[in-house]
Nanobody, 121 residues
């Protein structure tokens, strides 16, 4: 059984930084990407960023490009999301996700439980 477990959310002032982590277990992810989606109150869940386990290719949404950085530690089966220059509009529940590299690049096979990120003005 696959598990994605997030950690690192919290409350921060605008302009501050947070780092999220997501540890995966239950299968090998060589042909998968892992990444983050987020959902703000009253809005649909949206794509944030992904990274491929093999090769490390990344894909960022325009709204976070230049401020967020995704990385991975293959030995620990963990991906990290370093979030800098946070804005109030980054407030959301952040979900770790994993999907297959082949096929729809936004199709998610596995979700984490979510972690709250709140950015205050």
């Amino acid at each position: 059984q696959v598990h994605l477990v997030e950690s690192g959310g919290g409350l921060v002032q605008a302009g501050g930084s947070l780092r999220l982590a997501c540890t995966a277990s239950g299968r090998t992810f060589g042909n998968y990407w892992m990444g983050w989606f987020r959902q703000a109150p009253g809005k649909e869940r949206e794509f944030v960023v992904t990274i491929r386990w093999s090769g490390g290719r990344t894909d960022y949404s325009d709204s976070v490009k230049g401020r967020f950085t995704i990385s991975r530690d293959n030995a620990k089966n963990t991906v990290y999301l370093q979030m800098n220059s946070l804005k109030v509009e980054d407030t959301a529940v952040y979900y770790c996700a994993a999907g297959r590299v082949v096929g729809d690049p936004r199709a998610v096979d596995y979700w984490g439980q979510g972690t709250q990120v709140t950015v205050s003005a």
